[in-house]
T-cell receptor
Framework: EDQVTQSPEALRLQEGESSSLNCSYT??????LFWYRQDPGKGPEFLFT???AGEEKEKERLKATLTKKESFLHITAPKPEDSATYLC?????????????FGEGTQLTVNP | DTEVTQTPKHLVMGMTNKKSLKCEQH?????MYWYKQKAKKPPELMFV???????INESVPSRFSPECPNSSLLNLHLHALQPEDSALYLC?????????????FGPGTRLTVT
């Protein structure tokens, strides 16, 4: 069974305090690793896709990296508006179609 | 434009009602998805349509009936729901092919079953 595990469950940071979120995943059959941001009561917002170990992508204060077993979302000098739940998802392809397997998410709170 | 729209935003229905959720995208995506999300949990896959054909049904109860009238539209017909079906229902779309591609989500419909 495909598994994606995120840690920590919750993270509180002070504004400007950099940190990283972790996502580990089942390697077999993985076709892509996806990061989303979700604000309360809204749909997930796509952030990054990573396909190969060693790949890195950046957007503003966020940088996503991928190794053979896990992915990290690095947040540099966060601001209160970065507060949200960050979801990691493994993309797996089957003959019936493509699916995303989500982790439980990391709830990030950035205090001013 | 990466917008997926969903209507209605909120829906309250009784257990004997019949209602429908609607989803639309104009990105040319040929894969569309329905998810259910409970509070503080990740989205849970319900159905996948690929090229307007149902390709994945995650053993969803028959009181949920999906429909894909064309490549841009996705409906979810609801009938005789239970209170535990109250949740945020999310629609998503993506490219389709022999790979895995980023899915773009709509804002969701907040469903309350009374």
């Amino acid at each position: 069974e495909d598994q994606v595990t995120q840690s920590p469950e919750a993270l509180r940071l002070q504004e400007g305090e950099s940190s990283s979120l972790n996502c580990s995943y089942t390697v077999s059959g993985l076709r892509g690793l996806f990061w989303y941001r979700q604000d309360p009561g809204k749909g997930p917002e796509f952030l990054f896709t990573l396909y190969s170990a060693g790949e890195e992508k950046e957007k503003e204060r966020l940088k996503a990296t991928l190794t053979k077993k896990e992915s990290f979302l690095h947040i540099t000098a966060p601001k209160p508006e970065d507060s949200a739940t960050y979801l990691c998802a493994g993309g797996y392809y089957e003959t019936s179609g493509s699916r995303l397997t989500f982790g439980e998410g990391t709830q990030l709170t950035v205090n001013p | 434009d990466t917008e997926v729209t969903q209507t209605p935003k909120h829906l309250v229905m009784g257990m004997t009602n019949k209602k429908s959720l609607k989803c639309e995208q104009h990105m040319g995506h040929r894969a569309m998805y329905w998810y259910k999300q409970k509070a503080k949990k990740p989205p849970e896959l319900m159905f996948v349509y690929s090229y307007e054909k149902l390709s994945i049904n995650e053993s969803v109860p028959s009181r949920f009936s999906p429909e894909c009238p064309n490549s841009s539209l996705l409906n979810l017909h609801l009938h005789a729901l239970q209170p535990e079906d109250s949740a945020l229902y999310l629609c998503a779309s993506s490219r389709s092919g022999t790979g895995s591609y980023e899915q773009y989500f709509g804002p969701g419909t907040r469903l309350t079953v009374t």
